[in-house]
């Protein structure tokens, strides 16, 4: 069976189409997974690692404003990163992911393990927030990474 950046490629290969990142929590494992796939440079036109808060806004053009209201790890926010990062790279497409991969800064609210996923499509942004099953830092972000992958190749 195809991994999901492989299942994710095929579909945006099929369709002509491309695809930027926007990382916080996962910290380039998203845009590692695509690039890892030969011919990668067919879809993938680049991505952004906006691990600071200040970042999110000086490059992908999160409103401050955003930020303070809602906070970094949430769903307006990875929306705001996902479509900075179709807008900043040009693309069809854009994930971004946002989130606490612990093993500390989570709260009752928004414990470890949260991650919202920005999903930009040519139909619109939406987001899906989950909690990671890995009680590791490592097993967090990965199942973030594989999480949003799945999640865009549904919606390509």
């Known amino acids: 069976m195809n991994s999901p950046a492989e299942k994710t490629a095929k579909k945006l290969l099929e369709k002509g189409a491309t695809v930027a990142v926007a990382e916080s929590c996962t910290g380039g494992l998203l845009a590692s997974a695509l690039t890892d796939l030969p011919g990668a440079s067919k879809f993938f036109r680049g991505g952004a690692v906006t691990y600071a808060t200040e970042t999110k806004t000086e490059i992908l053009g ?28 040009h693309t069809d497409f854009a994930l971004s992911t946002t989130g606490i991969a612990g093993p500390d800064g989570g709260t009752p609210g928004t414990p470890v ?32 990474v594989v999480t949003a992958l799945n999640a865009l190749a549904e919606r390509i």
Do not use: Q, Y
């Open 113 to 144: 393990g949260t991650v919202f996923i920005g999903i930009f499509t040519p139909d619109g942004t939406s987001s899906l927030r989950f909690r990671a099953t890995g009680t590791t830092r490592d097993a967090v972000r990965r199942e973030a």
């Open 62 to 89: 999160v409103p401050a404003e955003l930020i303070a209201r809602f906070g970094v790890v949430s769903a307006n926010c990875a929306e705001a990163m996902a479509r900075g990062a179709a807008e900043k790279f």
